[in-house]
Structure formats: C-alpha cells, structure tokens
C-alpha cells in the first residue's frame, strides 16, 4: 500500500515561513504527479501546487512568488515551501500523488493532512 505522511504544519504569525513535507513509502518516481492541496473551512479543496518527475511545477496564482514546490528522489520526499503567509493560508494541507497505470487508469493517494495556521 502506498503511504503519505506530511509534517511541518503548525501555528505562524503573518508573513512567517513553514516547509511541509510529505514522505512516501517508496520511490515517488512511480508518480506521473505530486501535489499539494489544502481545504479550509467552508471552502472547497482546492489545489495549491504540483510537480512531475521531470520537475516542471504548476502553483495556484493566490500563491504564486510566495511558495515553492520541490522534490527530493533519494529521500522519496516532496516539499512545499511557504514563505509570506496570509491569514487566508490557514487551511489543512494534503499530500496527493497521481499514479497512471499502462492502461491509462489514474490512481490517487493521499496524506492524512497537516494543519497551517496564521494567525496574529
């Protein structure tokens, strides 16, 4: 069974920083895709970055200049790095991976989330 574990959330004043990490059992080479969503009270999850293995990244414009996604093969480790952050960042964050079988199925995995707070 593929396993995410994300850690590095918690409580920062606005315009602090958090690095969120979400580890995989196993090579995340296996993924076409890894992301990071988030979902905060009465909103929709939505999408806050992602990264193939080839390295090209995709970010939310809300989010744009302000964090940055990487990943770390040898430590089968996908970060999320959030600089600037506004109150409206407060959310759980969730680790995703895509998978695309040969037969063209996608499969989905998630993290059990991590909690971002900013608050003054």
């Known amino acids: 069974q593929v396993q995410l574990v994300e850690s590095g959330g918690g409580l920062v004043q606005p315009g602090g920083s958090l690095r969120l990490s979400c580890a995989a059992s196993?090579?995340?080479?296996?993924?076409?895709?890894m992301g990071w969503y988030r979902q905060a009270p009465g909103k929709q999850r939505e999408v806050v970055a992602s990264i193939t293995f080839g390295g090209s990244t995709t970010y939310a414009e809300s989010v744009k200049g302000r964090f940055t996604i990487s990943m770390d093969n040898a430590k089968n480790t996908v970060y999320l790095q959030m600089n600037s952050l506004k109150f409206e960042d407060t959310a759980v964050y969730y680790c995703n991976a895509r998978r695309k079988s040969v037969f063209g199925t996608l499969s989905d995995y998630w993290g059990q989330g991590t909690q971002v707070t900013v608050s003054s």
């Open positions: 196993g090579s995340i080479s296996r993924f076409n895709v």
